[in-house]
């Protein structure tokens, strides 16, 4: 298979994982489910690198691309609610907004890296940015909490 196909077949299947969540996401609105379980009243607490004026829903549909990208459940980088009893599918609540799990903090750091990566990475091969392929947290993980190199 030549690098070309490679990259198309990452591409598409990049493409795939991504639009997924949100997928899940929309049914889960036509169902009536709201995003985090508490509701789509209540904004999303201690957003400090997700843009702060976002809604749960739009920040549920990231955290579950993170999910997919990593092969994680959300309590992987968030804490689960302390007594909570678990949901419909047997998972316990988590508390979003505390910061007490390394992983958390790990995550917005990588998240600030891929950013800075998308940003410059054209630029600096002398290409639009359109024209260069978008580093995603899939793309070194791929499916894996601790990123695959080969």
Same mark, same amino acid.
């Given at each position: @298979?030549?690098?070309?196909?490679?990259?198309? *077949?990452?591409?598409?299947?990049?493409?795939?994982? *991504?639009?997924?969540? *949100?997928?899940?996401?929309? !049914? /889960?609105?036509?169902?009536?489910?709201?995003?985090g379980g508490r509701?789509?009243?209540?904004?999303?607490?201690?957003?400090?690198?997700?843009?702060?004026?976002?809604?749960?829903?739009?920040?549920?549909?990231? @955290?579950?691309?993170?999910? @997919?990208?990593?092969?994680?459940?959300?309590?992987?980088?968030?804490?689960? !609610?302390? /007594?909570?009893?678990?949901?419909?599918?047997?998972?316990?609540?988590?508390?979003?907004?505390?910061?007490?799990?390394?992983?958390?903090?790990?995550?917005?750091?990588?998240?600030? @890296?891929?950013?800075?990566?998308?940003?410059?990475?054209?630029? !600096?091969?002398?290409?639009?940015?359109?024209?260069?392929?978008?580093?995603?947290?899939?793309?070194?993980?791929? /499916?894996?909490?601790?990123?695959?190199?080969?």
């Amino acid at each position: @298979m030549t690098n070309r196909r490679i990259a198309w *077949l990452l591409v598409t299947v990049l493409c795939v994982v *991504l639009a997924f969540p *949100l997928m899940m996401a929309a !049914q /889960g609105q036509r169902e009536g489910r709201g995003g985090g379980g508490r509701g789509n009243a209540a904004p999303p607490e201690n957003l400090q690198v997700l843009p702060k004026d976002w809604t749960r829903q739009q920040v549920v549909q990231v @955290m579950q691309g993170f999910n @997919m990208a990593l092969g994680v459940g959300c309590n992987y980088c968030h804490v689960e !609610q302390a /007594g909570a009893p678990p949901n419909e599918k047997g998972v316990i609540p988590v508390d979003a907004a505390k910061d007490d799990k390394q992983q958390k903090k790990t995550a917005r750091v990588m998240m600030k @890296m891929v950013g800075q990566i998308n940003d410059t990475f054209g630029g !600096q091969l002398g290409k639009a940015a359109s024209d260069v392929t978008r580093v995603q947290c899939a793309t070194c993980h791929r /499916g894996s909490a601790i990123p695959k190199i080969q």
